[in-house]
């Protein structure tokens, strides 16, 4: 698939990376939305060395980090269980004169593991005496954006620059997809949004509906399943976070008629929200007003969530037509209205 829509964001890291100076940048964006394949794509010519973390204990941390970087020709390549210094310093030996990149995935795994990391990688990249570009990336926006600072204090100065890598535009989903016609991007974009991580998972040569049916209404295809995963992942009692997330599906919006349809205390239902809003679930809109922020969760709770039973009685096809037909247009509609899209 061609890379494209990513100009802006592609310029924004050459930038730091033509300076001679070491630098460490945050790059943060919803799972899906194409921040690894930005990144791989910038780093595709350059001297780069890249880490997935885990969520972990820290000990497995640097086990898991080490391993990788383990020589294959050297077994015996020290501590098995190494400081992050001892890391880090491992991997500038494969420096070979040029700029190094060092890319840090799903960091917050790493920071919340071990407080300390962030400082620590700050110190080497200020004392190794050769110029570093420190990606550090994660799908944990909301906890970027509300929570990182507090965790790692002061140290915050020593980033250099965020990066946020948004949603793709609906033109741009055209271009990534031109067997699509306009009208079937319109669909899926007010199902899927501008999520590229998803659309890989439609059929190009099925219409936007047929996508729909067997896609997303059937309870075996990945995309169904990928409505449900971003919960159980990251949250405990789903149960609570189940009957918020359906009761904002059904247009209660405003804290106070959550409260009323859900019977859960206000200041429940804020720390809840304040939890949602961290894993990139749910946004503010206004004063005590919420929404679900990804379409394809605003779907599953839209349309398949409150009728469950039906769609173990129906067909994919049956409960479309039943179910979503009729309604969908308006779903779209709001949609449309509720993002900037084009």
Not at 55 to 76: G, V
Not at 137 to 154: D, F, H, L, P, R
Not at 168 to 178: A, D, G, N, T
Not at 316 to 323: A, H, K
Request: glycine share 6%; hydrophobic share 35%; net charge neutral.
């Amino acid at each position: 698939m061609t890379f494209v829509g990513r100009d802006t964001e592609l310029q924004y890291l050459q930038q730091y990376y033509d300076s001679q100076d070491s630098h460490i940048l945050v790059a943060y964006g919803q799972k899906g939305v194409g921040k690894t394949a930005l990144i791989k794509n910038f780093a595709k010519d350059k001297t780069c060395i890249y880490y997935m973390a885990r969520s972990c204990s820290d000990r497995e941390q640097r086990y898991q980090w080490a391993k990788e970087l383990r020589n294959d020709k050297n077994k015996e390549d020290g501590d098995p269980y190494p400081e992050y210094e001892e890391i880090f310093e491992r991997a500038l030996q494969r420096q070979n004169g040029k700029k190094m990149i060092f890319i840090v995935d799903e960091f917050h795994c790493l920071i919340k593991g071990e407080a300390s990391f962030f400082s620590r990688l700050n110190r080497f990249v200020q004392k190794s005496g050769a110029p570093l570009m420190v990606i550090l990336c994660t799908s944990a926006s909301g906890w970027v954006e509300n929570s990182m600072v507090a965790k790692i204090g002061g140290e915050v100065t020593a980033i250099a620059g965020f990066l946020k890598v948004r949603e793709l535009s609906l033109v741009k989903m055209q271009e990534l997809y031109p067997s699509y016609s306009k009208d079937d991007c319109i669909q899926l974009y007010a199902a899927l949004g501008g999520v590229p991580g998803l659309w890989k998972r439609t059929d190009q040569e099925l219409s936007a509906t047929d996508n729909i049916i067997h896609k997303m209404i059937n309870k075996y295809s990945s995309l169904h399943g990928e409505m449900t995963v971003c919960l159980t992942e990251d949250l405990r009692e789903t149960a609570v976070y189940n009957t918020i997330l359906s009761t904002m599906a059904a247009g209660y919006n405003k804290l106070n008629d959550i409260y009323h349809h859900t019977d859960f205390s206000r200041a429940k239902i804020s720390v809840y929200l304040k939890n949602l809003m961290e894993i990139d679930l749910v946004e503010k809109v206004g004063a005590g007003t919420y929404r679900i922020s990804r379409p394809h969760v605003r779907f599953y709770f839209r349309f398949i969530y409150p009728c469950q039973s039906m769609l173990e009685e129906l067909t994919p096809e049956q409960f479309y037509r039943e179910i979503v037909e009729d309604a969908y247009p308006g779903f779209v509609r709001e949609a449309f209205r509720k993002t900037n899209i084009v």
